[in-house]
């Protein structure tokens, strides 16, 4: 059973990717609204999914490390 922290972690690091997710789709929609190409909101959409999980993972590695040396 995971343990306080890592719960506080995890509820940290899903907030702060959602915001970057929330933050880039909506950039590549108002991309996708003044070059009027419908091409751009669906790269926009797999770009946005791609710094969710690559933002998650980075900060989570890096609180998860921090948490480490903090023991030793």
Request: proline share 1%; no cysteine.
């Amino acid at each position: 059973m995971p343990d306080e922290l890592f719960r506080e972690n995890l509820r940290k690091v899903a907030v702060s990717a959602f915001f970057f997710t929330l933050s880039s789709l909506s950039i590549a929609m108002v991309l996708s609204i003044i070059s009027d190409n419908i091409s751009t909101i669906e790269n926009g959409l797999g770009i946005s999914f791609s710094i969710a999980m690559i933002s998650f993972v980075a900060i989570f590695a890096y609180l998860q490390y921090k948490e480490g040396k903090g023991l030793e």
